[in-house]
């Protein structure tokens, strides 16, 4: 993937996602664009920097203008996309289940990471009550990496006369 590709995707995710919260509110709030492209583009590319670090980039810029501190989803996009690296290297990328399952535990994962970072700033929310509203997220934000992964991963699959499969 080149990339200017990757930071296209993220451009795109970055206008795209206050524009689905208030035209689809329902599926907006519970949506994060930026973290589905920072999964499926660390899981599935062997060069990472199109995902982490425009993950980096526009979780910065997305704190910078949406959020109430700068850092805690930058610090959470990172967390989670080091994670990703190492676990892609324990299972098949070509898998779909893989795909979905990661994207799964990545949501969870970012959630409780932004969590953490904002109750030791003080917060007052407890986790379970941000726990709430990880259904919808968890559904979502599958759907959304399901359908990125399947567009991607025609670009990724190793060919069947490829030296690997003799």
Request: with cysteine; hydrophobic share 55%; aromatic share 20%.
């Amino acid at each position: 993937m080149r990339y200017w590709h990757g930071f296209l995707l993220y451009l795109a995710a970055f206008f795209l996602q206050p524009f689905l919260q208030q035209l689809i509110p329902f599926f907006g709030n519970h949506v994060n664009l930026i973290l589905c492209l920072t999964v499926v583009l660390t899981f599935l590319f062997d060069e990472t920097l199109p995902g982490i670090l425009c993950g980096f980039i526009f979780g910065a810029l997305h704190d910078i203008v949406y959020g109430v501190y700068l850092g805690p989803g930058v610090a959470a996009l990172m967390v989670t996309g080091v994670v990703v690296l190492v676990l892609r290297e324990f299972v098949n990328i070509e898998n779909f289940f893989n795909a979905v399952f990661t994207m799964l535990f990545s949501t969870w994962l970012f959630t409780s990471v932004y969590w953490g970072i904002y109750a030791v700033m003080g917060s007052p929310y407890t986790y379970g009550y941000v726990m709430k509203t990880i259904p919808l997220q968890l559904l979502f934000n599958s759907l959304v990496a399901a359908a990125v992964y399947l567009l991607l991963i025609k670009r990724v699959m190793k060919h069947r006369r490829d030296r690997y499969f003799r």
